[in-house]
């Protein structure tokens, strides 16, 4: 394990926090110590380890405050270490690190445990400032936040502890009862009391202790309890082990996880025992009171609001986060109706409305933009629950979603829509027709020359459209012979032709509800045009050898390089058909048409070419862009992926130079340098762009041709700071 103190502006006597990474990159521990050491007063102590198990070994020592850990570890995965630890029962929190954001790998991480995800990308922007208070960048934020989440959650054990402890001092009965009715825990007077083992209480309910007389009564009451109610005042009588009956009096109450009951609670006492059982009960509320003081404390220290409302929806009391989240002081809105502390700016107010009506929905929380009366506006989510302590009174819970929404309006403006690489004018006409289109079933023909990424443009089309869960079959019609081809799309029967030996699904069956791609499709024989023309007209569709139709619903896209019009007057493609797949057309550009795409593209093949070669090529040298960037590229963007891929292989070092390029592109002409690319100082070039992209990092670095871990290496070593 190697260890890693940043340093800090923070005091001698400060407590450092103790951080684990587990990430088989050591670039990331470079990365992670730098934006730690520039975080701010707090100070850390960073321990590194590579490997899975070392990792492993790490966690179970359980002597670090928090753990950064890499979805990727080699050929191993951080998922599983995480599911092995946590199952072992580690009590550290886990902050998984992803390098492109996958939301699958984030809600899977969240489900096993992780309290929070950070992209690796994204992990040293900095955060807006708080008033006076600097508030770092995002990672020092997420370590911030699963350090005060742990001590938060080790308070509420201890506060649980004290609970037992009280209950297990006390003379009075406490029971708890699952919602089935079975005796999930009883202290030692209810023991005592009852005649029961702790063995022989796992083996009880509700009717086994109940006097028959009182069954019926106490079963109602039971429902109503589940129900959310708090109930004072409850007489019954228990029956003892040994058939003694027992007058009780008591109350019960719900306990509550994610507005789902789990269990009652209750405390009863023995009425013979009256004036014993009031004075132990007087200091059991004083225990009970001071609890309540220590969990309000707790409260105030959490990010999530805390709202309490009396029965006529006035706000009764308001935790010191809602301070942040609603952005007005706790004493102003103390008094004020739910409905004008929450009036939402947008269309939300109708389902805001219905959470109140009916409390406690599982998973329902409602999205809601406040502005305050400074005119800045919160995104924030309301989730409401019963007051168990106050009939008609409500529990409202407040999510801080502002950063979740900045961070969703950032992901707008990317540069990648599904696989479809670029931000260049013609790409986002081609982005927003998709958008558009997905939402449609209209066939769509889509146009373009030879490595464009046709079947790219198909595939977006499929997986942001309804019939994103159903089958994609892409079929490449250019070469197949005509009975090939006919078998292919539309299926056979046994002994249609010589070969067919059992009867075949078509790809057209194979892909019902989904959609299906046809490449070159202005290259199929005219009579498979014909039954083409019949699928797109009847939706259905015969296979060869049989006589009777079959209906089919899929999406039909189709994809050509060829002119259709000219086909037409050549007689070699049928009019009719023409009109029916070009009901919406998309045409993609060549590459050369949007060459301020080719840095974008080529960050993206050099990310591919490093995972498929274990290569550590990052970096494209100012001189091999402008070639790049000059070159006509005939065979577009998959011309470009090849060369890339080629020039990674060739590659000795980290930097693609020129001499790495495949020949057939240094041997073309040599236009003039344009000057976005002449040759510029490195200190230059690095202010220049950090300029263009208003001091972002990620966009910096893509335009130059180079990684981020290159760039902060550049960036430091000409003393270049954010600020400038």
Known sequence: MSKFATASQS??????????LIDDDEDVLVLVSAFLEESGPTTYELDWVATYDAGIEALTRADHDVCLLDFRLGAENGIDLLREIMANGCTIPIIMLTAQGDAAVDADAMSLGAVDYV??????????????????????????????RARTQKALRESDQ??????????????????????????????????????????????????????????????????????????????????RTISVEGSTSCQLEDGSPVATRGIFRDVTQRKKAEAQLSDTLNQVQKSHDDMLSILNQLRL??????????????????????????????GLHWADLLSSEDSNNAQLKGLFETPHQPEKRVPIRIRSTKGRSF????????????????IILLYDMTEVHTLRRQLDGKAQFEDLIGKSEPMKLVYEQITQLARVDATVLVEGDTGTGKELVARALHYTSHRKEKPFIAVNCAGL??????????????????????????????????????????????????????????KEITRLGESIPRKVDVRFIAATRRDLSQEVEKGAFRDDLSYRIRVAQIH?????????????????????????????????????????????????????????????????????????????????????????????????????????????????????GIGRSTLYRKLKKHGIRHAE
């Open 481 to 538: 012979t005509e009975s090939l081809l006919g078998s292919q799309l539309f299926g056979h029967k046994k002994g249609a032709f010589t070969g067919a030996i059992s009867d075949h699904r078509g790809v057209f069956e194979e892909a019902e509800e989904g959609s299906i791609f046809l490449d070159e499709i202005g290259d199929i024989p005219p009579t498979i045009q014909s039954s083409l023309l019949r699928v797109l007209q009847e």
């Open 379 to 394: 995104w924030t989510e309301v989730e409401v629950g019963n007051d168990p302590r106050v009939p008609g009174g409500n």
């Open 588 to 704: 993609l550009p060549a590459l050369s048409e949007r060459r301020e795409d080719i840095p974008l593209l080529v960050t993206s093949f050099l990310e591919k070419s490093r995972a498929s070669t274990g290569k550590s090529v990052d970096e494209v040298d100012t001189k091999t862009m402008g070639i790049l960037m000059e070159h006509p590229w005939p065979g577009n963007v998959r011309e470009l992926e090849n060369a890339i891929e080629s020039a990674v292989i060739k590659c000795q070092g980290t930097v693609l130079r020129p001499k790495d390029l495949p020949s057939r592109i240094l041997d073309q002409p040599k236009p003039q340098p344009r000057t976005i690319y002449r040759h510029q100082p490195d200190k230059a070039r690095l202010l220049s762009a950090l300029e263009k992209t208003r001091g972002n990092h990620a966009a910096a670095a893509r335009a130059l």
């Open 119 to 148: 992209d690796k990308t994204k992990m040293g922007e900095r955060l807006p400032r708080v008033s006076s208070v600097n508030t770092g960048n995002t990672l020092e934020r997420s370590i911030r936040y699963a350090v005060s």
């Open 11 to 20: 005091e001698p006597s400060a407590i450092p926090i103790r951080v684990l």
């Open 162 to 243: 004290r609970y037992r402890d009280l209950f297990e001092n006390t003379s009075d009965l406490i029971q708890s009862v699952g919602p089935d009715g079975t005796i999930l825990y009883v202290n030692r007077a209810w023991m005592s009391t009852l005649g029961y083992t702790s063995e022989e209480v796992k083996q009880l309910a509700i009717p086994d202790i109940i006097h028959p007389d009182d069954l019926e009564h106490c079963t109602n009451l039971f429902q109503r309890i589940l129900a959310g109610e708090f109930i004072n005042g409850i007489e019954t009588r228990f029956v003892s082990k040994d058939g």
């Open 305 to 334: 609001g805390v709202i309490l409302t009396d029965p006529d929806g006035g706000v009764a009391f308001a935790s010191r986060s809602c301070e942040d989240l609603l952005g007005r002081r706790r004493e102003e809105v103390i």
